[in-house]
């Protein structure tokens, strides 16, 4: 089955710089990768996505990268504010006609300092 | 996109009883799915739900422990059986909407 491995488990960063976190995934089959955020007693929020079939996606202050060859992709937050601290989950699937679980990764604790 | 109403939101249980959650979404899906989350940690598949079927149960997760019922296509219950501390967790239920995954608000259960 599918193994998502996820780096860094905490980071912090200043107000105004840019985080980055980044996960590996073992399924080359895997086609479909979100990203969500939770806030601590909240439900996880997605936040982006993106398919295998693109390389890149931006949605103002956040972007993900796909890397199929190397069978990893990473969130990017640029411009960081303290409401953008949370956890942060990577997962993994193959979407397909029928839905599928996702495989999650282990975890992000983003604290932006102000 | 879809909303999915999820309750209890919390309860405090007795160790040896059981607890039923309930998820109602608010369209038709095909697959729902029931995770736990321990704290401080990531989300666990514990089964996936499909309507008019057996659930289907990850590695370490038996159905006489977590017995599923999905009735039709806008609701699921997932049951925790003969609790004991170690369940003490988030169970959250999800499901396919459109082009994404949509998380019930949470079940936090303590088991004393």
């Known amino acids: 089955g599918e193994n998502v491995e996820q780096h860094p488990s905490t980071l912090s960063v200043q107000e105004g710089d840019s985080a980055v976190i980044k996960c590996t995934y073992s399924d080359s089959a895997s086609n479909y990768f979100p990203w969500y955020k939770q806030e601590l007693g909240k439900r996880p929020q997605l936040i982006i996505d993106?398919?295998?079939?693109?390389g890149e996606k931006k949605d103002q202050r956040i972007a993900v990268t796909l890397n199929k060859t190397a069978k990893h992709f990473s969130l990017h937050i640029t411009e960081t504010q303290p409401e953008d601290s949370a956890v942060y989950f990577c997962a993994a699937t193959l979407s397909s006609g029928s839905a599928r679980q996702l495989t999650f990764g282990s975890g992000t604790q983003l604290t932006v300092l102000p | 996109s879809a909303v999915i109403s999820q309750k209890p939101s919390r309860d405090i249980c007795q160790r040896g009883t059981s607890l039923t959650i309930q998820c109602q979404v608010d369209?038709?899906?095909?697959?729902m799915f029931w995770y736990r989350q321990q704290p401080g940690q990531s989300l666990t598949l514990i089964a996936t739900a499909n309507q008019g079927s057996e659930a289907t149960y990850e590695s370490g997760f038996v159905i006489d422990k977590f017995p599923i019922s999905r009735p039709n296509l806008t609701f699921s219950t997932l049951t925790v059986s003969n609790m004991s501390p170690e369940d003490s967790s988030i169970y959250l239920c999800?499901?396919?909407?459109?082009?994404?995954?949509?998380f019930g608000s949470g079940t936090r259960l303590t088991v004393v």
């Open positions: 993106i398919r295998s079939n693109v």
């Open positions: 999800s499901a396919t909407v459109g082009n994404g995954y949509t």
């Open positions: 369209s038709q899906v095909t697959m």
